[in-house]
T-cell receptor
Framework: QKEVEQNSGPLSVPEGAIASLNCTYSDRGSQSFFWYRQYSGKSPELIMFIYSNGDKEDGRFTAQLNKASQYVSLLIRDSQPSDSATYLCAVNRWTSYDKVIFGPGTSLSVIP | DTEVTQTPKHLVMGMTNKKSLKCEQHMGHRAMYWYKQKAKKPPELMFVYSYEKLSINESVPSRFSPECPNSSLLNLHLHALQPEDSALYLC??????????????FGQGTRLTVV
């Protein structure tokens, strides 16, 4: 089992719809969870992080964390063509050092 | 200033060359990272420096040699690379290794091509 798994995608949604991106992780000791957006040929850009169970909202983005189910998701409301990118879920697994593990990413395409 | 600056942006090198990648941040971050990212793959951690000391080497071949001259700078020295080492090399930094404060800021990367 991979440490961090995501929907393989690609995910296509029409403009204005809600895009739902999912991520599961295997290590119950994981402490913090991140969503990065990466445009083709560019570096990852942090868009959300969440530490506690529940929802965290920032503008059109909502991150949801359920530690019991080892599940974290990202909802993008009112999707725009500019949201088309690869979304990377990342998990901080606290051991004796600070290490962030990335999932394989989900490619999102927002269709005008 | 919330930037991590990497130079050069692009690098083409032969298998016998020696080159260096540079990374700089002025956010007072004490943890810095090198990642390697192949096309359509997620970033893979290579090295972690914490307070200017190497704390993680993810079994990276010795042809990659990291260096942290001071708290703002991180270098990656390259020697005798192979074509399969061609990738996007990303530098990142975070405040420190504190448990609850681990957001990493990424630089724009150096796209390396080994010929």
């Amino acid at each position: 089992q991979k440490e961090v798994e995501q929907n393989s995608g690609p995910l296509s949604v029409p403009e204005g719809a809600i895009a739902s991106l999912n991520c599961t992780y295997s290590d119950r000791g994981s402490q913090s969870f991140f969503w990065y957006r990466q445009y083709s040929g560019k570096s990852p850009e942090l868009i959300m992080f969440i530490y506690s169970n529940g929802d965290k909202e920032d503008g059109r983005f909502t991150a949801q964390l359920n530690k019991a189910s080892q599940y974290v998701s990202l909802l993008i409301r009112d999707s725009q063509p500019s949201d088309s990118a690869t979304y990377l879920c990342a998990v901080n697994r606290w051991t004796s050092y600070d290490k962030v593990i990335f999932g394989p990413g989900t490619s999102l395409s927002v269709i005008p | 200033d919330t930037e991590v600056t990497q130079t050069p942006k692009h690098l083409v090198m032969g298998m016998t060359n020696k080159k260096s990648l540079k990374c700089e941040q002025h956010m007072g971050h004490r943890a810095m990272y090198w990642y390697k990212q192949k096309a359509k793959k997620p970033p893979e951690l290579m090295f972690v420096y914490s307070y200017e000391k190497l704390s993680i080497n993810e079994s990276v071949p010795s042809r990659f040699s990291p260096e942290c001259p001071n708290s703002s700078l991180l270098n990656l020295h390259l020697h005798a690379l192979q074509p399969e080492d061609s990738a996007l090399y990303l530098c990142a930094s975070s405040q420190d290794r504190a448990r609850m404060n681990t957001e990493a800021f990424f630089g724009q990367g150096t796209r390396l091509t080994v010929v």
